[in-house]
């Protein structure tokens, strides 16, 4: 089934079919991803950025939050436990963190290979340059979200970026042949259903295999501490919407959707989500990577691995990659 812009936009506005969407995302997710869940073990790894995206809490200046940086033996000995506990992927997420240089990720990302593991980066905009090196040394996929593909928008939420140099980390990481994983937030201040629509597109337009999406959640010591947050069933709506347009991709239940909605998670994995991402260094520091508050981390993934089987679902012991 395929939406035009106008249908998605139409649906994102009328809630009186909600029911049908979720059924329908559910069902394309199980025809054509099936009944598994990958669970990949997610090291957030530093909580220092040099950028000012006015809705993260990790923004340089938010003199408030406890920094801190894992020492590139101890991100491989946290990959080394996470692969032993048995997890098939490894997610390395930051800020963006000069100190890991190309020469230093190249390092991390050689050490967390050697176990064996499919390897994801999340750690934001690179050189083509160093996209190749840490191809060169076995990453696997690499996650950057687009946020809003609103020019305008983009722009106010993001001080000194550039939306065309977004893209192009994108195009370089597709020319690269990682699996490229992007996503948007969903309510933003100013943020309009037609921008969703075209967001939902462009997942599309560029081929995206992962997608990962939620509410923004409104942060105290951001600019926009004073919004209100995003609606869970909007981002849902949108999630559903990506599931059915984009079919075969990967799709995480986030933390953000569960931290608006205590069911928040296992509502996703039954309206288009295929993966969750627990916290593999929540007791040691994720308390500190407040992106947002209150964030609803999973850490125990013998807890993880009961909620998905009482959905009838159970966990995937392959590496996880697009199934095509
Ligand atoms: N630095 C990397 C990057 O730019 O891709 C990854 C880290 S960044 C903190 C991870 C994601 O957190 C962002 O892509 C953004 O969508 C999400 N995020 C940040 N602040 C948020 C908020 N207040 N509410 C919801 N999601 C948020």
Redesign the pocket.
Known sequence: MNFARQEIIDILKDDSQNNWLFELADKVRRENVGDKVHLRGLIEFSNI?K?R?C????RSPNKLIDRYRIEPDDIILYAKKAVEMGYKTIVL????DEFYSRDVMCEIIKGIKELGCALTL????RSFEDYKAFKDCGADRY???I?TTDRQLYKKMHPNMDFDNRVRCLKDLKKLGYEVGT???VGLPEQTLESLADDVLFFKEIDADMI?L??????PQ?P?KDSAN?NFILALKVMALTRILLKNINIPATT?METLNPQGRVIALQSGANVVMPNVTLSDFSSKYE??PDKCSLSDRGEVEKIIKSIGRSVSDDYGFRSR
């Open positions: 950025c950028c995206c809705y993260c809490g990790l997420q930051s800020g963006e999340s750690i934001g905009e996650l950057i979200r946020e996503g948007c937030l990962g939620g509410p923004f959640i409104a942060h951001t926009l995003g953000a992106i947002y």
